[in-house]
């Protein structure tokens, strides 16, 4: 990316957004609203600007959806990276005009790219996804409680309950399944990943939703990305453990699941057997797995093509 000669950290919270104007120290601060976002705007059109934003989840998206509107370029930082990026700057206190400026730093030091425009109908999807996810995990728990020893007086409540979260989860799928056939993209691409072995629509579905870049990015990226590529930690003659580490967990999770499947199908079946037979923990070789499936379902994207075995 070409490095603006302003760089604009934004700190975002529900109700405010703190800006810090890089190098010229400039501090101001917007309502998170429409009317602060329409302020915002109007400032950084004086002048060629690239703003660095840290993901907030749901209290970002309007502000990012007008910067895509009006062509302002920006990135969303990692909090993660952001808060290690700092600690080595020396920024210890925590507050929303000292973050306002640490991403003003942040973005002058590093090269970062600009957030690409999402598709309405894949970002569309994993608004539904996540909905999905929540209403599964609360059926989990109440499903966990009836197992457990309670009062009679308890059991009704608790299968009442189930039974809502079951007509929640079904009505979401239904728009899921709705919002997929009228794309049709989406649609041909999930019939391309449920070719593999392993891979059954939700899989697919927590993919296209969540790893928007499957089919554009090598092998080795694609795996970072999703926490599955192995990570070394060596130093001088010393050789570490290599281990998985970051990543997306949603989609590492879904591809864990998958995997598990497609160690029973060729041909991922004999290198799992061969793995097993070198004596490897039963978690490597299914991580592993779930490495060399998410490779080949990459490779399906990108290619346009089915799986073959």
Same mark, same amino acid.
């Given at each position: 990316?070409? $490095? ?20 010229? +120290? ?13 302020? *915002? %705007?109007?400032? *950084? ?11 907030? +989840?749901?209290? !970002? ?18 909090? =993660? ?44 999807? @994993?608004? *539904? ?9 609360? =059926?989990?728990?109440? @499903? ?7 009062? !009679? ?12 979260? !079951? /007509? ?23 019939? &391309? ?8 629509? %939700?899989?697919?579905?927590? &993919? ?10 090598? /092998?080795?990226? $694609?795996?970072?990305?999703?926490? &599955? ?10 050789? +570490?453990? @290599?281990? $998985?580490? +970051?990543? =997306?967990?949603?989609? =590492? ?31 490597? %070789? $299914? ?23």
């Amino acid at each position: 990316m070409t $490095i603006a000669p302003c760089i604009v950290g934004i700190d975002v919270s529900k109700q405010w957004l703190d800006c810090f104007f890089h190098p010229a +120290g400039r501090r101001c601060r917007f309502a998170n609203d429409a009317q602060g976002h329409d302020g *915002l %705007v109007a400032l *950084l059109a004086t002048q060629e600007s690239f703003c660095v934003l840290e993901a907030t +989840g749901p209290y !970002d998206r309007s502000l990012c959806l007008r910067l895509h509107d009006e062509s302002q370029p920006f990135h969303r930082a990692n909090p =993660r990276k952001a808060r290690q990026f700092a600690k080595a700057a020396g920024f210890l206190a925590k507050t929303d005009r000292v973050d306002a400026c640490m991403l003003a730093r942040y973005g002058a030091a590093m090269s970062l790219p600009a957030e690409a425009r999402p598709q309405p109908a894949r970002q569309a999807l @994993r608004d *539904l996804m996540a909905r999905r996810d929540q209403l599964v995990e609360m =059926r989990k728990g109440e @499903r966990t409680r009836l197992a457990q020893p309670h009062a !009679d007086w308890l059991e009704e409540s608790l299968r009442q309950m189930i039974d809502a979260l !079951d /007509r929640q989860i079904e009505a979401v799928e239904a728009r899921i399944d709705a919002l997929m056939a009228s794309s049709r993209r989406l649609l041909a691409q999930k019939a &391309l990943l449920c070719s593999a072995p392993g891979v059954g629509p %939700v899989t697919a579905k927590v &993919l296209l939703a969540h790893m928007p870049e499957l089919g554009h990015r090598d /092998r080795r990226a $694609i795996g970072a990305l999703a926490g &599955l590529a192995p990570l070394s930690c060596d130093s001088g003659a010393m050789h +570490g453990r @290599r281990c $998985i580490w +970051g990543g =997306r967990k949603r989609v =590492r999770d879904a591809l864990y699941m998958a995997a598990l499947a497609a160690c029973r199908c060729a041909p991922f079946k004999a290198v799992s057997q061969a793995m097993r037979d070198r004596g490897k923990p039963a978690k490597l %070789v $299914i991580i592993a797995i779930a490495r060399r499936l998410l490779v080949a379902l990459n490779a399906l994207l990108r290619d346009n093509r089915t799986f073959q075995p």
